[in-house]
């Protein structure tokens, strides 16, 4: 392998004056575009956005676009990702795309490289209103307009990173993108959501799209043989069969009759069914049970089964691989958390209406589990009185009484109202102002309703502004107060550790997803990645302790920036403490730690809360040290 190729290669755009230079940084140095991404958000406010350095390569899953910088949501550095969209993006023959300054006007960046020549780089103006409102709407408007307007001047098919109305209007707009294909845009949309790097793309930037791709052909390593053989030695499979049996949940898992996110977790979901803003926490298991039985095995999932996974409608992200991950149902893509918190959480237990509702936000650019989130708040706090409609912009109640819930109608009905208040969110004027967050909104409501609205939003708080809703598990490592919420970088596990240790099992999990994404892994491939990457950094560079180094020292560096803030919110308290309860009284575990903190938040729960959330802090810093005790 020539030794350009230890070289990562950082196209550095300042797109306010359109200047643009090939920037050069040593292998060893850096390793991907978290390590330097984070070098670069601290040096130059830079949006880093880059490929692994085995995109382009035989391994399964290393193809995902990284995006990383300051998160104009969380206030800290962050890391976000797209399946599939580095593909393409190897074909420009760089590693790495940093953005600097804001252009005067909204346009779209146009990156492509023909074989051996120079990267052709263009901002081209245009109107994002006028380009919103065009076709199939927002973000799916923006690639349009996109290929429409630069596609024929490409060998290859391109691809293009949009924004939608939410990037303008809010603090955690996404990023959107979809395969293209013979000049055709599929409906196979991949997201880099969390973070709200769209609202960066287009606030900080100025930046309506990217449209890139190119006929660069790098030395991306393509040895098959030599890769079985790796395979043979750590797991004795051969590669493909590997990732077959790892990849089984995101397929087709036959012992479940499902597959993908939605259907191996919801199938499996049983008493842990988060519904109706969580107030499903202070139900009976029983109660919770038949919900989920009722509406979810009998309704919500049998549909997604019938529809989806009877039919095998199944895609990849961009990329050939074995899990084909993308369920779809014609036009709409099925992952378990946006359908979960635009779902369950708002009172929504029917396709139709959940498809409804994701598709808004879609088209709108949202992070889809954070509005998701934020929907389901605000209806909960005008089911009890707490705000009016009217207060919201809107004219409806949600319709929550579990009494007499009619799965279809109901559903839709609470989805209509979502999507009057995604409209509220992006609309001028709107009465849901979220420039600066849904957390400082919430402040604000709060100060005018009471205390109560606040207590009803469950976030993870971070510095003076930063928010995040967490992932839609019920467990305490989702509530953690990592240097990065909202992504997988935490124990998500449904078994009890004591706080101390789940801190640590939190930091762990940490350093193995900063791997993966350094690399620009999938993280669905995790069960033979994170064993196998280091020695096949050893193997094709020669610096594996060099890697791992690397990934140590940023994550102490990021953790090093860590301003998480204790839970504002009373229902992030109560996730914690009703989870300790049932792992006592209804999993019967013996635990002396466990009976330490169900009697400490029974005593006194808003002292045991302080407590357990340092101690999962402690576990944390014990961990992510620059030089570990």
């Known amino acids: 392998m020539s030794d350009s190729k230890h070289k990562l290669k950082v196209l550095m755009i300042?797109?306010?004056?359109?200047?643009?230079?090939?920037?050069?940084?040593?292998?060893?140095?850096?390793?991907?575009?978290?390590?330097?991404?984070?070098?670069?958000?601290?040096?130059?406010?830079?949006?880093?956005?880059?490929?692994?350095?085995l995109a382009g390569s035989v391994f399964p899953g290393s193809n995902r676009l990284i995006f990383a910088g300051i998160s104009p949501c969380w206030h800290g550095f962050f890391v976000s990702s797209m399946g599939g969209a580095a593909l393409v993006f190897d074909n420009l023959g760089i590693n790495m795309l940093s953005l600097m300054g804001k252009a005067a006007n909204p346009c779209f960046l146009y990156l492509n490289r023909n074989h051996g020549e120079e990267i052709e780089v263009e901002l081209v103006p245009a109107v994002p209103e006028h380009v919103w409102d065009q076709g199939r709407k927002g973000v799916y408007a923006v690639m349009e307009e996109a290929i429409r307007i630069f596609a024929p001047r490409y060998e290859k098919d391109p691809r293009v990173l949009a924004v939608g109305p939410a990037a303008r209007d809010s603090d955690f707009g996404a990023v959107a993108s979809a395969p293209v294909k013979k000049g055709m845009l599929t409906h196979v949309d991949t997201w880099a959501g969390r973070g709200g790097f769209g609202s960066k793309l287009f606030q900080a930037h100025g930046l309506l799209g990217i449209i890139y791709g190119g006929t660069h052909?790098?030395?991306?390593?393509?040895?098959?043989?030599?890769?079985?053989?790796?395979?043979q030695d750590k797991f004795n499979q051969r590669m493909s069969a590997r990732d077959m049996e790892v990849t089984t949940k995101y397929r087709y898992d036959p012992k479940l009759n499902t597959g993908g996110t939605f259907g191996v977790n919801y199938t499996a979901m049983d008493g842990d069914i988060l519904?109706?803003?969580?107030?499903?926490?202070?139900?009976?298991?029983?109660?919770?049970?038949?919900?989920?039985?009722?509406?979810?095995?009998?309704?919500?999932?049998?549909?997604?089964?019938?529809?989806?996974?009877?039919?095998?409608?199944?895609?990849?992200?961009?990329?050939?691989?074995?899990?084909?991950?993308?369920?779809?149902?014609?036009?709409?893509?099925?992952?378990?958390?946006?359908?979960?918190?635009?779902?369950?959480?708002?009172?929504?237990?029917d396709q139709r209406a959940a498809e409804q509702l994701n598709h808004r936000a879609d088209c709108l650019g949202f992070d889809a589990i954070s509005a998701g989130g934020t929907l389901a708040w605000l209806m909960d706090c005008i089911d009890d009185g707490l705000i009016t409609p009217g207060d919201l912009g809107v004219n409806k109640v949600p319709k929550w009484e579990m009494a007499n819930f009619d799965v279809v109608n109901d559903s839709m009905h609470n989805a209509e109202l979502g999507m009057a208040l995604l409209d509220q969110m992006t609309q001028p004027g709107g009465s849901i102002a979220l420039q600066s967050?849904?957390?400082?909104?919430?402040?604000?409501?709060?100060?005018?309703?009471?205390?109560?609205?606040?207590?009803?939003?469950?976030?993870?708080?971070?510095?003076?502004?930063?928010?995040?809703?967490?992932?839609?598990?019920?467990?305490?490592?989702?509530?953690?107060?990592?240097?990065?919420?909202?992504?997988?970088?935490?124990?998500?596990?449904?078994?009890?550790?004591?706080?101390?240790?789940?801190?640590?099992?939190?930091?762990?999990?940490?350093?193995?997803?900063?791997?993966?994404?350094?690399?620009?892994?999938?993280?669905?491939?995790?069960?033979?990645?994170?064993?196998?990457?280091?020695?096949?950094?050893e193997n094709i560079f020669g610096k594996k302790d060099a890697?791992?180094?690397?990934?140590?020292?940023?994550?102490?560096?990021?953790?090093?920036?860590?301003?998480?803030?204790?839970?504002?919110?009373?229902?992030?308290?109560?996730?914690?403490?009703?989870?300790?309860?049932?792992?006592?009284?209804?999993?019967?575990?013996?635990?002396?730690?466990?009976?330490?903190?169900?009697?400490?938040?029974?005593?006194?729960?808003?002292?045991?809360?302080?407590?357990?959330?340092?101690?999962?802090?402690?576990?944390i810093h014990e961990m992510l040290r620059e030089y570990p005790a």
């Open 437 to 537: 967050g849904a957390r400082k909104f919430a402040r604000g409501l709060a100060r005018k309703k009471g205390r109560q609205v606040l207590d009803r939003f469950v976030y993870n708080a971070f510095a003076r502004q930063g928010w995040m809703v967490p992932n839609q598990y019920w467990t305490p490592g989702a509530y953690a107060p990592m240097a990065i919420s909202g992504k997988y970088y935490m124990y998500y596990g449904r078994d009890f550790l004591p706080p101390r240790e789940l801190g640590r099992e939190n930091a762990r999990r940490m350093l193995k997803e900063l791997m993966l994404d350094n690399l620009g892994i999938c993280r669905f491939h995790r069960a033979w990645a994170e064993m196998l990457i280091p020695d096949i950094v």
């Open 547 to 619: 890697f791992l180094n690397s990934i140590n020292m940023t994550a102490s560096r990021i953790t090093s920036r860590n301003a998480s803030v204790f839970w504002e919110s009373e229902r992030n308290t109560d996730m914690v403490s009703t989870f300790l309860k049932n792992k006592k009284e209804i999993d019967e575990v013996s635990h002396p730690e466990l009976d330490h903190w169900v009697d400490f938040f029974t005593r006194d729960k808003h002292a045991a809360a302080w407590e357990f959330w340092y101690e999962m802090h402690k576990g």
């Open 14 to 53: 300042d797109v306010a004056t359109g200047f643009y230079r090939m920037q050069r940084y040593r292998v060893g140095d850096f390793f991907g575009p978290v390590d330097l991404g984070i070098h670069l958000a601290y040096k130059h406010n830079a949006l880093t956005i880059g490929a692994g350095l």
């Open 275 to 349: 519904a109706f803003n969580y107030r499903t926490i202070y139900w009976s298991r029983e109660a919770r049970r038949d919900l989920h039985q009722r509406f979810i095995l009998d309704h919500y999932l049998k549909q997604f089964n019938e529809e989806t996974i009877q039919t095998k409608q199944q895609h990849n992200c961009g990329e050939p691989c074995a899990a084909v991950c993308k369920k779809m149902h014609g036009r709409f893509k099925k992952d378990y958390e946006p359908y979960q918190t635009m779902g369950p959480l708002c009172g929504i237990f």
């Open 217 to 231: 052909i790098d030395e991306d390593f393509c040895d098959r043989s030599v890769a079985d053989q790796w395979f």
